[in-house]
């Protein structure tokens, strides 16, 4: 059976509960081509049966709603069914297993969740900010995986009393700090004026690269494998 999630945490619990039984479920929130009269199930949240799932996975291991938060962030189309199956051997085993790397499942949760880990800790160095004519600052990226929220508390304490908007143009969402409140909102596209000053700080960038640059040294496999080319798309120093 095939269980259909909207992605988000309530539906993901509300199935994981409904397919407990189900050895060979498989969840998802990804488009799914299906075999012939393989059944399925659109799971809508149920916030009573989340909760419980939630109650009852808690008692086991009061750390696993976090790691299912940022399995639930990853970028890779079988998230869900990494999840359920670490979350699934929690239940069988009453306990944490996190530390038991010998067990698929948790092997699986463990590299999932340090790739999302790590993508969150590399975007602190490669986020570049636009200067609007407002005063406010506008981030464009586009991360392998949902963590753009997540990148707030960094900006905030790095840029007291400025406003800034984190704009994931390809999850088309933004991460907004008004200099007060925090809050995410849908965003398709963005009409950005930008200040007067802000082509000055793009030729800044440029000149700073090209002053720790080194052509007749350039390591540029080594460079790709400390700065992703997927990322250069929203970083001024390399346009």
């Not at 398709?188 to 793009?202: C, D, F, R, T």
Request: proline content about 5%; some cysteine; overall charge positive.
């Amino acid at each position: 059976m095939i269980y259909f999630t909207d992605g988000t945490k309530e539906s993901f619990l509300t199935a994981f509960l409904l397919s407990y039984g189900d050895e060979d479920a498989y969840v998802t929130s990804a488009q799914k081509q299906l075999a012939l009269g393989q059944e399925t199930i659109f799971v809508s949240a149920d916030a009573a049966r989340a909760e419980r799932a939630e109650q009852r996975l808690l008692a086991f291991d009061k750390g696993c709603m976090k790691d299912l938060s940022f399995l639930l962030r990853s970028g890779e189309e079988n998230r869900e069914q990494i999840a359920l199956r670490y979350l699934r051997l929690v239940a069988e085993k009453k306990a944490p297993v996190r530390e038991m790397l010998t067990e698929e499942p948790v092997l699986a949760a463990s590299e999932c969740i340090r790739r999302v880990t790590f993508e969150l800790h590399r975007m602190k160095g490669f986020v570049r900010f636009l200067e609007c004519a407002s005063g406010a600052l506008y981030a464009p990226l586009s991360p392998d995986h949902d963590i753009v929220d997540l990148l707030v508390p960094h900006f905030r304490a790095r840029l007291p009393g400025f406003p800034f908007v984190l704009h994931d143009v390809s999850r088309k969402k933004a991460a907004i700090y008004d200099g007060k409140n925090i809050f995410t909102a849908p965003l398709a596209s963005a009409e950005v004026a930008l200040s007067a000053n802000e082509a000055e700080w793009q030729s800044l960038w440029k000149r700073y690269y090209r002053s720790v640059n080194i052509p007749s040294r350039e390591r540029l496999r080594q460079m790709r494998g400390y700065m992703p080319v997927r990322y250069w798309k929203f970083m001024p120093e390399f346009h």
